[in-house]
């Protein structure tokens, strides 16, 4: 068994000299990239270990290159709050990144409030939804999943890790988010929010189904356990961003048809008595695509 550990690990460091000598030596962004990675694989990049090699360099180019590799940056200030107040530090990191989505995603789909303004009445709920409900349900889901399979690194445990996180956790955290959502949009009955969730848990479902397995499976190989839920978190605002824009300008579009009708320009909307868009009263009940959609909350 020794031997087999020893091979193993001969094989590994021919790689990382083959990448060293080979793939550096070709120069420009890959080779530069390349030489830092490799170097932080062997514990040569000051201030790093050898173990997560890719996060190391990651750290560094942040926190000021190399010159400054091995001091107290920002990410590496950061990254010690999260071993020493992990579930303060994920509140603070959702919260601010729900909230930053929600207004982002504003100015860029032009979505303004009554007063003209892209920071409506959402983000502040938004940036409490992800502080108060989406930190502490992701921590603890984290927490049991990371507890069950504690010191299982082979691949079935990977794989089954995911699945698990897929057929188990992401259920329940999409189920909470839709609810959150729905309340959100303004649901004020039982029957709207569970129309909200019947209608929209599959869509979200899929998102998940395909974003899932590939960010769990690079946190498995590259990140340490306690950057996990901050790293599923980044992921999330970006496609959330994304997500949550696109449906603010259909449903924009869908409210300038409807009250002005295919062949009116955009501007018509700013005119006075304009209540649609922009804030003002929507028409109907709300529906899912009401909802200040921040993107399905990730299933990890």
Known sequence: MSSLKIERESVTESIKDAVTD???NKGGIVGSAAAAVAEAAHGQLPGTS????????VGTAITGGRKNAGTKGYLAAYLQQLEDHPLRTKMLTAGTLAGSQELLASWLAKDRNKHGNYFTSRVPKMAAYGALVSAPL????IWL??????????LRAKIIQILVSN?????IQNTVYLVAMALIAGAKTFHQVKATVRVGFWR???????TSPICLAFAQKFLPEHTWVPFFNLVSFIIGTYINTVTKKKRLAALRKKHFGDGRDSRDSRAPGGSAVGGGP???PVGPEDYPSMGPNPPY
């Open 22 to 24: 080979h793939v550096v």
């Open 204 to 210: 979200v479902m899929r998102v998940s189904w395909i």
């Open 167 to 171: 057929l188990i956790i992401a259920p």
């Open 145 to 154: 999943l990371q507890k069950i399979f504690s010191g299982r690194t082979s």
């Open 138 to 141: 992701g921590h603890f889901l």
């Open 50 to 57: 050898g173990k997560h090699p890719i996060s190391a360099v």
């Open 282 to 284: 929507r028409p109907g």
